[in-house]
């Protein structure tokens, strides 16, 4: 069974655009990025958009649909009343390039900054982890870097100045991974804190709420970091522990 329906999508470059009316058949069992492209196939031959496996394990086709980040091709038709009007914006916290595209570059940058994972000076082979540590981070790995979490997280969608100062939760999460990986040799501690921003995170959960992959970033990555963070800034204990050492 097909209808047709009313879609609005955002047309434009870095200079200004608008938003686009159309009608445009839907079938059944099809997502928004199916309806994308027959408006390129059909009406809107230039309509900029990018996507690359259709399958939801890629990030590419990331955008807002009715003011909700998501991706494209995970947003089944069958979400909408057919009497709704679907509105497609592109991601509003990044400079947008072409009608639904937009400039991802500061989240590159933003890993760049991350050191990598570093290693104990051990022999090939030598290596040990429990088990419950390889599952502890493995969450975190599911990430396909859809960006959607950066872009609903409000300290950057809502103040474009915070953007030198906080990587966001995608690499927040990162830096929680590599500091609770018992093989790390780096203290990421301080770096989260006074690099990366993580006391601007006032964990309202939106960057959980749009992932895709249903990662808990605030509840298993952002707060046990921030609790890290905290103990080593302001317990009694690890402080005396510290002074010892030292």
């Known amino acids: 069974m097909s209808y047709d329906a009313k879609f609005r999508v955002w047309r434009g470059d870095d200079e200004g655009g608008e938003l686009v009316d159309y009608t445009v058949e839907v079938n059944d069992g099809e997502v928004v990025l199916d309806i994308i492209h027959r408006l390129q196939a059909t009406q809107a031959g230039d309509l900029a958009v990018r996507w690359n496996c259709k399958a939801g394990k890629c990030g590419s086709c990331s955008a807002e649909i009715n003011g909700r980040p998501r991706l494209l091709c995970m947003t089944r038709m069958s979400t909408f009343t057919q009497e709704e009007v679907v509105t497609v914006t592109p991601m509003r916290t990044f400079p947008v390039m072409k009608d639904l595209v937009t400039d991802v570059s500061f989240n590159y940058k933003k890993a760049q900054q991350i050191p990598a994972f570093a290693p104990p000076d051990l022999a090939l082979g030598e290596y ?14 599911k990430c396909i870097e859809c960006f959607l979490c950066q872009d609903v997280c409000h300290v950057i969608r809502d103040h474009e100045e915070n953007k030198e100062a906080y990587a966001g939760p995608r690499f927040l999460m990162r830096t929680a ?10 203290d990421r501690k301080k770096a989260a804190q006074e690099e990366f921003g993580l006391g601007l995170c006032i964990i309202t959960k939106c960057c959980t709420e749009v992932c895709p992959e249903h990662i808990k970033i605030t509840d298993n990555a952002i707060i046990p970091l921030k609790e890290r963070v905290v103990d080593r800034k302001y317990d009694p204990f690890s402080r005396m522990f510290r002074r010892g050492r030292a």
């Open 128 to 141: 040990r982890m429990a088990q419950v540590d390889v599952e502890r981070s493995q969450e975190f790995r």
């Open 177 to 186: 991974e590599l500091d609770m990986h018992p093989l790390d040799t780096l």
